[in-house]
């Protein structure tokens, strides 16, 4: 079965650092692009950027270049996202989703559980 | 930049009836690359619809996408008690790269 399983939720003070994860499992992770996807309290959806598993590509939303820090490690089949410095505007669920982009089709077709961030003083 | 807009924000509705979602988008997008998703409370979104009107894997036939350019729509023929949600419209490659329409929230009448 193809999975993907994210880290536990945490709870940080503005100004700390976070790393997220994001396991794949089930299937080539060497051979997808990996999504992340923010969602605020009450709020939709919201592109962060897309890695791609293999080659470490990175494509980011311009609303959060220079804010997060994709990155992945194939040999573990693990995606990251990482915060330098958290604000408390980064409070919020965090979703990686698999990307498939083949035959013309572009879609996220696994979801993983999404990582609950708060941060707070 | 391709902003996606979901109508109606809100669509109240008694199981056993039919349910209209539409998403439009400010400039045309490739029907390839547009998917619709279902969110429930305190879940992560699942893929209903990719390629506009193509089912995802074990999705159930009352679901049905179709639509083209900048209107695309979602179909449930017969509301289910489980797909009281809300449901996400997606587009890939038109700038920016990646978006979601607003949501449109299915509830119970």
């Known amino acids: 079965e193809v999975q993907l399983m994210q880290s536990e939720a945490e709870v940080k003070k503005p100004g700390e650092s976070l790393k997220i994860s994001c396991k794949g499992s089930?299937?080539?992770?060497?051979?997808?692009?990996i999504a992340w996807v923010r969602q605020m309290p009450g709020k939709g959806l919201e592109w962060m950027g897309i890695?791609?598993?293999?080659?470490?590509?990175?494509t980011y939303s311009p609303s959060f270049q220079g804010q997060v820090t994709m990155s992945a490690d194939k040999s573990s089949s693990v995606a990251y996202l990482n915060w330098r410095s958290l604000k408390a505007s980064d409070t919020a669920k965090y979703y990686c989703?698999?990307?498939?982009?083949?035959?013309?089709?572009?879609?996220?077709?696994?979801w993983g559980k999404g990582t609950t961030v708060t941060v707070s003083s | 930049e391709v902003i996606l807009t979901q109508s109606p924000g809100t669509l109240s509705l008694s199981p056993g009836e039919r349910a209209t979602l539409s998403c439009r988008a400010s400039?045309?997008?490739?029907?390839?690359?547009l998917a619709w998703y279902q969110q429930k409370p305190g879940q992560a979104p699942r893929l209903l619809i990719y390629?506009?009107?193509s089912r995802a894997t074990g999705i159930p036939d009352r679901f049905s996408g179709s639509g083209s350019g900048t209107d695309f729509t979602l179909t449930i023929s017969r509301l289910e008690p489980e797909d009281f949600a809300v449901y996400f419209c997606?587009?890939?490659?038109?700038?920016?790269?990646?978006?979601f329409g607003p949501g449109t929230k299915v509830d119970i009448k």
């Open positions: 989703a698999r990307l498939i982009i083949m035959a013309g089709y572009a879609y996220m077709d696994v």
């Open positions: 089930g299937y080539d992770f060497n051979k997808y692009r």
């Open positions: 890695i791609h598993a293999g080659d470490y590509d990175t």
């Open positions: 400039q045309s997008v490739s029907s390839n690359y």
């Open positions: 390629g506009a009107s």
């Open positions: 997606h587009q890939y490659g038109s700038s920016p790269l990646f978006n």
